[in-house]
């Protein structure tokens, strides 16, 4: 059974980070682009970001560049999203996805295919 299970999620203060992992089971993350994707109150889910499966590209939301990044170590079959500079507005569901790409860099829901349950992360004083 294709899975992917986030974790790493939790309360936190502004200007605060969080580091979110994203697990695969039942394939290998290998040949895969992935992407985390998120969800606020009210909002359509929007793209954060995006990595190949060699890890020699990346994309990311404009008002998270310089703040977020995106890793992934294939010997574990795990994709991070390390958080710092959190604001508020970061507040959301974190969602992870694969791709059908090795090199997908859009940040569309559409080209995902496989989605985990997500993770909730709530930046707030």
């Known amino acids: 059974q294709l899975q992917l299970v986030e974790s790493g999620g939790g309360l936190v203060q502004p200007g605060g980070s969080l580091r979110l992992a994203c697990a695969a089971s039942?394939?290998?993350?290998?040949?895969?682009?992935i992407a985390w994707f998120r969800k606020a109150p009210g909002k359509e889910r929007e793209g954060v970001s995006c990595?190949?499966?060699?890890?020699?590209?990346?994309n990311y939301l404009d008002s998270v560049r310089g703040r977020f990044t995106i890793s992934r170590d294939n010997a574990k079959n795990t994709v991070y999203l390390q958080m710092n500079s959190l604001k508020p507005e970061d507040t959301a569901v974190y969602y992870c996805?694969?791709?059908?790409?090795?090199?997908?860099?859009?940040?569309?829901?559409?080209?995902?295919?496989?989605w985990g349950q997500g993770t909730q992360v709530t930046v707030s004083s």
């Open positions: 996805a694969r791709s059908g790409s090795r090199w997908l860099q859009v940040l569309d829901e559409a080209y995902y295919n496989v």
């Open positions: 039942g394939f290998t993350l290998d040949y895969y682009a």
């Open positions: 990595i190949s499966a060699s890890s020699n590209r990346t």
